[in-house]
């Protein structure tokens, strides 16, 4: 009798192929040497494997991703298909000494990545199962929560439609713009962040309750891509909805045993309303881009624009050739490295200044300098803030030193790592270890402009999480408790 062939042993074996065959066409079209191409090919499926193969957290799963995206599938893309990369590469010119030393760079970041996972794997006092999919009954929802649970839902959604329309119409936060208002402090950051991600951690979190009560909640996940969708358009944003609602379904899909009312017609009815969605949402904010960035002064065509995968308003693009972009393109990272390289200034003094920058309305940023982005130079900077992102690799390396950027990826994958086991420690929610997985990930690949910066957005999600935390802990249970609140909800349940 033939054996049984499954349909997840086919996926693979096509994944396979098709990397082996993007391998083979790479290598064949790079001009530097084979085996720099091979050992960075190997280097970089190594660093994905760690993260698909036995899970250690949602955060390096996704670095890890992003990684091999924005590096060898993106140089690999580009020797096969000869065409302008998304984002300017200053003085790179090309050629295979310089395509050498750019991969032998990216390939030491890579190691870095990949023992840091190792090492983490081996002397975390966190199992990865704790992360990635938790079956401890310890973290229950609120008492509270049962008997207010539809006014809670419908409350948060009417924030999240209302704060999305509030925010598109003064302007506060917006990809590429200056803000065009000025609330009372602290109303632009508080508003800023609530769009940007606050929201949907409340999303999350009211998701994981209803899951951990045994609530049906085929209907619920709907508000995910509610919230997602207003905040993409919102923010000018097209990856925003891809953030916002691929970490919280992968880790549902990752906890399915613990989800009710997901049958296989509620599955297929929630990916097609993501998919409608997004091709709502993406062509929608190409026009609002197209409409408030075709005011920028910019030297010679505004479609100089369309180099930046993420600020494509060239109307005689296509469409689909602009979600072709979106997807091998807007990934951070090998452009980057290829400016950094070539930029003659390297060194202890660029890399300190880096690090001291701060984004200010009116200047460039430094990288905007080293990269050489004439378009986004001549912008009016009282209105507009275009830039360029190096991303953490081509970052470091404005030290010059292979060495610091080794040690800088693993940092950084450490620190993505001990974040997430920390926000598993004390919320109990694997959704929500999911999203911080996705904004730390994300916070890596996109590392470089102002990085003070990310300071004050890692400081406004840790106090989103520590909120979370107090909001369903024993403290304010008892604090309830005595108030005889407690005893008021459940009977009004």
């Given amino acids: 009798m033939m054996a049984k062939v499954s349909f997840g042993s086919v996926v693979k074996w096509l994944l396979w192929c098709g990397w082996l065959a993007l391998f083979i066409g790479g290598v064949a079209n790079y001009s530097g040497s084979w085996l720099t191409y091979t050992t960075f090919s190997l280097v970089f499926l190594a660093m994905l494997l760690s993260g698909l193969y036995r899970q250690v957290s949602y955060g390096y799963l ?237 030297a010679g065509e505004f479609s100089v624009l369309g180099a930046d995968a993420d600020a494509d308003t060239d109307t005689g693009v296509s469409e689909l050739n602009k979600l072709a972009r979106f997807g091998v393109d807007r990934w951070i990272g090998a452009e980057g490295l290829m400016a950094v390289w070539a930029h003659p200034g390297k060194g202890s003094d660029l890399f300190w200044e880096g690090i001291r920058e701060r984004r200010e309305v009116g200047k460039d940023t430094l990288y905007i300098e080293i990269s050489r982005a004439v378009a986004f130079r001549a912008a009016d900077k009282t209105k507009f803030q275009f830039t360029e992102i190096p991303g953490a690799m081509a970052f470091l390396y404005y030290s010059g030193k292979l060495w610091i950027v080794a040690l800088g990826m693993f940092v950084f994958a450490w620190a993505v790592l001990a974040s997430e086991a920390l926000v598993s420690k004390y919320t109990g929610n694997p959704i929500l270890c999911a999203l911080w997985g996705g904004m730390t990930a994300n916070a890596v690949t996109q590392f470089g402009v102002a990085p003070r910066s990310l300071l004050i957005t890692l400081f406004e999600m840790i106090c989103g999480i520590a909120a979370i935390w107090f909001v369903q802990s024993e403290y304010l249970s008892r604090g309830l408790q005595k108030t005889g609140l407690t005893k008021n909800m459940k009977s009004g349940a």
């Fill in 62 to 298: 996704f670095l890890v991703v992003m990684l091999w995206l924005g590096f060898w599938l993106k140089i690999t893309v580009h020797l096969l298909v000869d065409y302008p990369f998304g984002e300017s590469t200053g003085l790179f010119d090309k050629s295979p000494s310089a395509w050498d030393e750019v991969l032998l760079i990216t390939t030491m970041g890579s190691i870095g990545v990949v023992v840091a996972r190792a090492l983490y794997q081996r002397f975390s006092l966190v199992s990865s199962s704790m992360v990635v999919r938790l079956n401890d009954e310890k973290f229950l929802a609120p008492v509270w929560y049962l008997a207010k649970r539809r006014w809670v839902w419908a409350g948060l959604i009417i924030v999240c439609v209302g704060l999305a329309i509030i925010n598109s119409s003064l302007g506060i936060l917006q990809v590429g713009l200056v803000p065009r208002t000025i609330l009372p402090w602290p109303l632009n950051a508080v508003i800023s962040w609530l769009v940007g991600y606050g929201l949907t951690l409340g999303i999350a979190t009211l998701l994981w309750w209803d899951i951990v009560l045994g609530k049906n909640v085929s209907l619920v996940v709907y508000f995910v891509l509610i919230e997602a969708f207003t905040s993409t358009l919102s923010l000018f944003s097209r990856g925003a909805y891809i953030f916002h609602v691929i970490p919280q379904f992968f880790s549902l899909f990752k906890n399915r045993s613990r989800v009710i009312g997901w049958s296989r017609n509620n599955i297929i009815a929630v990916s097609a309303t993501f998919i409608v969605l997004f091709a709502i949402s993406y062509p929608l904010v190409n026009k609002l881009r197209a409409h408030y960035y075709s005011y920028a002064p910019m």
